[in-house]
């Protein structure tokens, strides 16, 4: 059975920062494209962080700078570390799981992991 399940959401004041974790199963981990995304209450679901199997990164531009994405096959998870973060980053952010080369079959994700930054 494949999970994807996320842990370290919480609340912080904004300029804290928090660790996001992403533990997973059921898969070759290795071989899949890994990303974060986040929705916030009556926006659109959008793509935050993303890390492929060679390591390469890509970033929302209203997240660069502030959070980096990495992940550790050997403990078949994914990380991502947010640090200066803003009221505007409060959202539920899930976890993604996708085959690389790209696939619709072989697609996953979290329940997400909720994060409230608020003084």
């Known amino acids: 059975q494949v999970q994807l399940v996320e842990s370290g959401g919480g609340l912080v004041q904004p300029g804290g920062s928090l660790r996001l974790s992403c533990a997973a199963s059921g898969i070759i981990f290795s071989a899949y494209v890994m990303r974060w995304y986040r929705q916030a209450p009556g926006k659109q679901r959008e793509l935050v962080a993303a890390i492929t199997s060679g390591n390469s990164t890509n970033y929302a531009d209203s997240v660069k700078g502030r959070f980096t994405i990495s992940r550790d096959n050997a403990k078949n998870t994914v990380n991502l570390q947010m640090n200066s973060l803003k009221p505007e980053d409060t959202a539920l952010y899930y976890c993604?799981?996708?085959?690389?080369?790209?696939?619709?079959?072989?697609?996953?994700w979290g329940r997400g992991t909720q994060v409230t930054v608020s003084s």
């Open positions: 993604n799981a996708e085959l690389n080369p790209s696939s619709t079959r072989y697609k996953y």
